[in-house]
């Protein structure tokens, strides 16, 4: 199987977006990449191949692949699609409210690690009209790229967060019940994120999804790879490992602004995450 490399299809600045246009779709072979792509689908109709599981496909459907996930295209007529390659580790996607979109986290993290499980139908399926604002943002995206300017990184950045945020705001308005699933589940890491340092029990988390404990722990787990306390504690240690690094405040005072109640339980996990108590960190990255 192919693995598409970055070095080979980013430019050669190393920026961490491209705007991939084929119109038609050639056949290209089963391949992963060490990037991620947005998919959008501009014309014609084929068979999109993931691992074991196969989907058709129309205009309008948008969909993202992760880089480790293996795909290919089938049975072509005249398939045009866009294709924006980008490496999530080089965007800022955690700036503003970005990650208080529930639409965000469903099309972003949940639908692909879910989709077999809803035979690609919980996919976003663009309107016509939300189709053409997409195109005109990938238009506007496109354009910094190919010119280059003094300045495109940031214009480029701000066009790619303006598309991302438009069709996460499609999908988190869609009426489609297998989306609407997903998006319970985008709600509490919504919910989650929006402040890490706050009380929030599993209970809380269920409540919100809608669904029945059983329900909502099994979805959520096959997604993220992890239970949503476990996720939670994950947050929590990665921002204390930031103001670690950032800040002299003690590690107590951390443990307990980013929502830990028992300090030494705190350095407990923090340990088991990173290989080294909170002290040795800090030490280290000092």
């Known amino acids: 199987m192919k693995v598409l490399r970055k070095q080979d299809w980013f430019h050669s600045d190393g920026f961490p977006i491209v705007v991939e246009r084929r119109d038609p779709q050639e ?41 480790d996930r293996p795909h290919d295209y089938l049975n072509m007529d005249r398939l045009s699609l866009i294709n924006i390659l980008f490496d999530p580790n080089e965007l800022p996607l955690s700036i503003g409210d970005l990650q208080s979109l529930s639409g965000y986290h469903a099309l972003f993290t949940l639908e692909p690690a879910w989709r077999s499980r809803h035979q690609f139908t919980s996919r976003l399926q663009l309107s016509p009209a939300e189709l053409g604002e997409t195109l005109h943002l990938v238009d506007k995206l496109d354009q910094e790229l190919c010119a280059r300017q003094p300045g495109f990184q940031v214009m480029a950045i701000a066009a790619m967060l303006e598309l991302i945020t438009f069709v996460s705001r499609c999908y988190g308005e869609t009426h489609n019940p297998s989306s609407k699933s997903l998006i319970r589940v985008g709600e509490t890491i919504s919910h989650i994120r929006r402040d890490i340092s706050q009380p929030i029990a599993l209970e809380d988390l269920v409540n919100i999804s809608g669904m029945s404990r059983t329900n909502y722990i099994r979805m959520f787990e096959a997604a993220m790879g992890t239970s949503p306390i476990n996720y939670l504690i994950g947050l929590r240690i990665e921002e204390a490992s930031r103001l670690l690094r950032s800040t002299d405040r003690s590690v107590t005072d951390i443990a307990f602004d980013v929502g830990f109640s028992d300090s030494n339980y705190f350095s407990r996990r923090f340990r088991k995450t990173q290989g080294q108590s909170p002290r040795e960190y800090r030490k280290r990255y000092r």
């Not at 014609?44 to 196969?54: E, W």
């Open 27 to 67: 056949p290209f072979g089963l391949h992963c990449h060490e990037f991620s792509e947005i998919v959008i689908i501009t014309g014609g109709a084929g068979v999109h191949i993931t691992g074991k599981d196969s989907y058709e496909l129309k205009t309008g459907d948008t969909f993202v692949i992760g880089g």
